[in-house]
Antibody
């Protein structure tokens, strides 16, 4: 059974940093591109960014709203995905989801989602 | 402002059918596959449709997807009260600011 379990969320002051982790199991982690998607309270889904798989050299891409502040990384030996969030802003407050891309082409769909991890940025 | 445009809400009676539209542009829907997600209250989104019209294992055939040009549609037949949820369309945008893009979501009410 595929499982994605996030950890590391919580309350942080504006300007601070936080690191989210996502532990994956039930599938060959290194085969898949992995994405972070967030959802502000009462709002819709917003893509944060992704890391491609090993075959695609682990390249990363980011949404304009987080580029230069957030870093996505992965450790295939630990089946884990990470999101390092720096220079946090109040508008980064959201539930952050770890997701798996179904196939290795850009629009294949996100077929598994973690339970979500709330990050609250206060002033 | 979401890149993809969905109606904020739709409603229908149990047993009826509903269609949810998703409008985009040539750099996203026009050039890529569309996915649909269902988010029940208080839960994570779940993939309903991928590659425009394919259902993952376990998704009933009451759910269907289609795409034409720069628009896509999610169809749900035989509505059940358990279908009350937010529905999002998503795809890849191949423009300079490439990335996954989503619609703003449609709240389905089963009256």
């Amino acid at each position: 059974e595929v499982q994605l379990v996030e950890s590391g969320g919580g309350l942080v002051q504006a300007g601070g940093s936080l690191r989210l982790s996502c532990a994956a199991s039930g599938f060959t982690f290194s085969d898949h591109h992995m994405d972070w998607v967030r959802q502000a309270p009462g709002k819709g889904l917003e893509w944060v960014g992704r890391t491609r798989n090993k075959v695609n050299s682990y390249t990363t891409e980011y949404a304009a709203s987080v580029k230069g502040r957030f870093i996505i990384s992965r450790d295939d030996s630990k089946n884990s995905l990470y999101l390092q969030m720096n220079s946090l802003k109040i508008e980064d407050t959201a539930v952050y989801y770890c997701t798996r891309e179904k196939y290795s082409y850009d629009s294949s769909g996100l077929d598994y989602w973690g339970q979500g991890n709330l990050v609250t940025v206060s002033s | 402002q979401s890149v993809l445009t969905q109606p904020p809400s739709v409603s229908a009676a149990p047993g009826q059918e509903v269609a949810i539209s998703c409008s985009g542009s040539s750099s996203n829907i026009g050039d890529n596959y569309v996915s649909w997600y269902q988010q029940l209250p208080g839960t994570a989104p779940k993939l309903l449709i991928y590659d425009n019209n394919k259902r993952p294992s376990g998704i009933p055939d009451r759910f269907s997807g289609s795409k034409s040009g720069t628009s896509a549609t999610l169809g749900i037949t035989g509505l059940q009260t358990g279908d009350e949820a937010d529905y999002y369309c998503g795809t890849w945008d191949s423009s300079l600011s490439a990335g996954q893009v989503f619609g703003g979501g449609t709240k389905l009410t089963v009256l």
